[in-house]
C-alpha cells in the first residue's frame, strides 16, 4: 500500500500529468551577423529591439560588423560584453546577467537574447534565460568548435559551483543554434584542437567513418580552420548530425547510460583541479586515453586499436594526461561522482572497438590509477 493510500481524512487527489514539447532549429549558414537570421524566428518588424550578450574576445573582432548591421536596419540595441572563461563561470556572473536583463527592461515573450561567444557563454546565456521571469527565450550563436559541433547543440545549461562542474544548472533549449564557420578562421590552432577532441570522441562511440576521415585529414583541417572544402564538410555534418541523433530522443537525460558521455567520466575533475590551463576539450582527450587503456587492460578493445586512438589525440596535440590525474583521490573521487551524478551506477561508457562502446558498473580504482601511470610513461 502506498503512503497516499495510507493517508487519513484523505478527501481529494489529483495526479496531473503533462506532456511538454521540445523543439529547436539548428541553423548552419554564412556571414551570419549580416542576416535577419539573428533575429530568427521574428522577422524584423515583429520586435525592434535586441539585446546581445557577447564574449569580449568575440567582440574585439566582430563587434563593428555586427553594430553596423544593426544600425543601418535602425534596430534599438544593447551589446553587453563580457569577459568569460572557465574560473568565471560561476553564479556571480548569472547574476550580473540578469542585471543586465532588467536594465534592458526585456520584454518576456518577443526579444530573444542572442548569445554570441563560446560553449561557456552560451552555457551561462541559457541559465541567466531558463531562471529570468521563469523563462524568457534565447538565441546561440556559437564561436568556437567546440560550441558549433557539441555544447550549444543541446539544451543544457550551467554554471560551476566552487570546485564542481556545471553543478547548477537546466535542461532550456534556444529557440535556435545558428553555426557559421566563418568564426572559425579567427580561432587558434589550441581552440580547433580543443573541439576536434569532441569529435573524436562522437567517432569512437558510434561512427568510425569520422574516427577515419579525421585520422587520414588531421593535419587539413587543424591547419585550414575547418574551411569548407569536401572533406571538411562531411566531418563537420557527421559530427552535428551524430551529436543530434544522439541528444534527440534523450534531451532531459532522462536515460543516464548515454553514449556521449565517453570522455565525461574523468574529466570534470581534470578540468576543474588542473594546476594549469585546461580547456574541457583537453581533458576530454585524456579522459578518453584513461577509459581506452582500461578497456584495453580488460581485453575489451585490441591493443592495436587502443594503440590506434592515443596515437591520433597525440598527433593532434591533445594532452593523454594531467598532474591532476596524479593526485591520491583522483581514482575515488572520480567514481564516487560518477555513481552521484549517474544515480547509483557507475555507467562508465569503454570503448570495445572503433565505433562501440559498452557501459561498465564495476570500474576498480586500481584500474584507473594504472590506466594514469601508463599513460605518464606513454610511448
Wanted: aromatic share 8%.
Amino acid at each position: 500500500m502506498n503512503n497516499l493510500a495510507q493517508a487519513k481524512n484523505l478527501t481529494f487527489s489529483r495526479h496531473v500529468c503533462s506532456t511538454e514539447k521540445l523543439e529547436y532549429s539548428v541553423i548552419e549558414t554564412e556571414k551570419v551577423l549580416n542576416s535577419s537570421l539573428i533575429f530568427y524566428p521574428s522577422t524584423l518588424d515583429s520586435s525592434e529591439r535586441r539585446l546581445f550578450i557577447i564574449d569580449k574576445n568575440v567582440s574585439d573582432i566582430y563587434q563593428d560588423i555586427l553594430k553596423n548591421f544593426l544600425n543601418n536596419n535602425k534596430i534599438e540595441h544593447h551589446i553587453h560584453v563580457i569577459e568569460i572563461n572557465e574560473g568565471l563561470k560561476q553564479w556571480e556572473t548569472i547574476e550580473n546577467l540578469i542585471d543586465v536583463f532588467i536594465k534592458f527592461n526585456i520584454t518576456r515573450r518577443s526579444e530573444p537574447v542572442i548569445a554570441l561567444g563560446g560553449g561557456i557563454l552560451t552555457d551561462i546565456v541559457g541559465l541567466a534565460c531558463s531562471l529570468y521571469r521563469r523563462g524568457i527565450p534565447y538565441i546561440r550563436i556559437p564561436t568556437t568548435l567546440m560550441g558549433m559541433i557539441d555544447a550549444a547543440i543541446g539544451i543544457k545549461t550551467g554554471v560551476n559551483f566552487k570546485k564542481n562542474k556545471n553543478r547548477i544548472g537546466s535542461y532550456y533549449p534556444a529557440q535556435a543554434i545558428i553555426i557559421d564557420r566563418e568564426f572559425l578562421k579567427t580561432l587558434d590552432l589550441r581552440q580547433i584542437k580543443n573541439g576536434i577532441a569532441e569529435i573524436i570522441k562522437l567517432a569512437i562511440v558510434k561512427d568510425p567513418i569520422l574516427f577515419d576521415l579525421v585520422d587520414n585529414n588531421h593535419s587539413m583541417l587543424i591547419e585550414t580552420s575547418f574551411e569548407k572544402n569536401k572533406i571538411s564538410d562531411e566531418v563537420f555534418s557527421r559530427s552535428i548530425h551524430g551529436m543530434i541523433d544522439e541528444l534527440e530522443d534523450n534531451l532531459k537525460e532522462e536515460n543516464l547510460e548515454r553514449i556521449v558521455d565517453f570522455g565525461h567520466s574523468f574529466s570534470p575533475f581534470i578540468e576543474m583541479n588542473s594546476p594549469c590551463s585546461i580547456y574541457h576539450g583537453e581533458a576530454v582527450a585524456i579522459d578518453i586515453c584513461i577509459s581506452t587503456i582500461i578497456a584495453e587492460k580488460r581485453n575489451l578493445i585490441s591493443k592495436e586499436k587502443s594503440k590506434k586512438i592515443i596515437n591520433l589525440i597525440q598527433k593532434i596535440g591533445l594532452p593523454i594526461f594531467n598532474i591532476s590525474c596524479d593526485r591520491g583521490d583522483f581514482p575515488i573521487s572520480t567514481l564516487t561522482d560518477c555513481i552521484k551524478h549517474r544515480n547509483g551506477f557507475q555507467r562508465i561508457p569503454l570503448p570495445i572497438s572503433i565505433g562501440e562502446v559498452k557501459f561498465f558498473n564495476d570500474i576498480k580504482e586500481v584500474e584507473v590509477e594504472a590506466a594514469c601511470n601508463i599513460l605518464k610513461n606513454y610511448k
